[in-house]
């Protein structure tokens, strides 16, 4: 079965310093990556996808991710971050499902960003 | 316009109550989709409806009932809940759901509280 494991509940960090952000899957066969991001009471929204091609991933707010197929990573970075991106992270994978493509979330990650 | 609309925000009820919560697109996706999120929890899928027929039904008791009356609109009818169904309930919606892989947009949440 497909899934992610993401081993950092939460990640504390100064503002303006880098952060990595991990994610592991496990798949037997190709797979759809995603990464999410939940801010305060609010829905989610897509920060990026690996679907194939370059395994250099760039995103939305300056995040990327990079898709390791032999360490079966995709980690999302930051060069610098903003008070504004303490949020929830969530890494996901899409899983066939009777014919429907299904996402499969990580428990997430909490980026606590402090000035 | 990418933006998915639940109402109500926030919704209180009693565990004989009758409620139920709405889920609006007009992107003309005919993909429209149930998650339930507990706190610092990642969101499970319930329901897939795709072109308005339920495609998928992620095994959920039959106090949750999904309708989806057209392609913009989604409800779920909630009754006779229990105080570990409150939750975030998220709508989203998506161009399609099989044959490759569609962005789902994100609604932001109804935050249901059954007492």
């Known amino acids: 079965a497909q899934s992610v494991t993401q081993l950092d509940s939460q990640v504390p960090v100064f503002e303006e310093a880098p952060v990595e952000l991990r994610c592991n899957y496990s798949?037997?066969?190709?797979?759809?990556l995603f990464w999410y991001v939940q801010y305060p009471n609010q829905g989610l929204q897509l920060l990026l996808k690996y679907l194939s091609g370059s395994t250099l991933v760039k995103g939305i707010n300056g995040f990327e991710a990079e898709f390791n197929k032999s360490q079966t990573s995709f980690h999302l970075r930051k060069p610098s971050v903003h008070i504004s991106d303490t949020a929830e992270y969530f890494c996901a994978v899409s899983v066939q499902n009777t014919g429907f493509q299904k996402l499969v979330f990580g428990t997430g990650t909490r980026l606590l960003v402090s000035p | 316009d990418t933006e998915v609309t639940q109402t109500p925000k926030h919704l209180v009820m009693g565990m004989t109550n009758k409620k139920s919560l709405k889920c609006e697109q007009h992107m003309g996706h005919r993909a429209m989709y149930w998650y339930k999120q507990k706190a610092k929890k990642p969101p499970e899928l319930m329901f897939v409806y795709s072109y308005e027929k339920l495609s998928i039904n992620e095994s959920v008791p039959s106090r949750f009932s999904p309708e989806c009356p057209n392609s913009s609109l989604l409800n779920l009818h909630l009754h006779a809940l229990q105080p570990e169904d409150s939750a975030l309930y998220l709508c989203?919606?998506?161009?399609?759901?099989?044959?490759?892989?569609?962005?789902?947009?994100f609604g932001p949440g109804t935050r249901l509280t059954v007492t």
């Open positions: 798949s037997s066969v190709s797979v759809y």
């Open positions: 989203a919606s998506s161009q399609d759901t099989s044959g490759s892989w569609y962005e789902q947009y």
